[in-house]
Nanobody
Framework: QVQLVESGGGLAQPGGSLRLSCAAS????????MGWYRQAPGKERELVAT???????AYADSVKGRFTVSRDNAKNTMYMQMNSLKPEDTAVYYC?????????WGQGTQVTVSS
């Protein structure tokens, strides 16, 4: 089993920044892909960004150039720096880890962008 704990959400003004963290523990396995997803009220959960254990990244078009995903394999932690935030970035952000044994989710952290 894998446990994922997100932190760093909160309230930001439009144009502001937030940094999310996701700490993983348990049967992580060396080769895995971690990612951030988000779900806004009334909408389906969508992919925001992914990063492999080797450091390869991918982003949704809506966040390219504004969000940066990174990870520290020694700490089993993934981060996402979110800059130039927009009201439409408001959502619950979920951490995800996919490895040979399964697909795992964190409990989510709320990000609200509002003036």
């Amino acid at each position: 089993q894998v446990q994922l704990v997100e932190s760093g959400g909160g309230l930001a003004q439009p144009g502001g920044s937030l940094r999310l963290s996701c700490a993983a523990s348990g049967s992580i396995f060396s080769f895995n892909v971690m990612g951030w997803y988000r779900q806004a009220p009334g909408k389906e959960r969508e992919l925001v960004a992914t990063i492999s254990s080797g450091g390869s990244t991918a982003y949704a078009d809506s966040v390219k150039g504004r969000f940066t995903v990174s990870r520290d394999n020694a700490k089993n932690t993934m981060y996402m720096q979110m800059n130039s935030l927009k009201p439409e970035d408001t959502a619950v952000y979920y951490c995800n880890l996919n490895n040979r044994w399964g697909n795992y989710w964190g409990q989510g952290t709320q990000v609200t962008v509002s003036s």
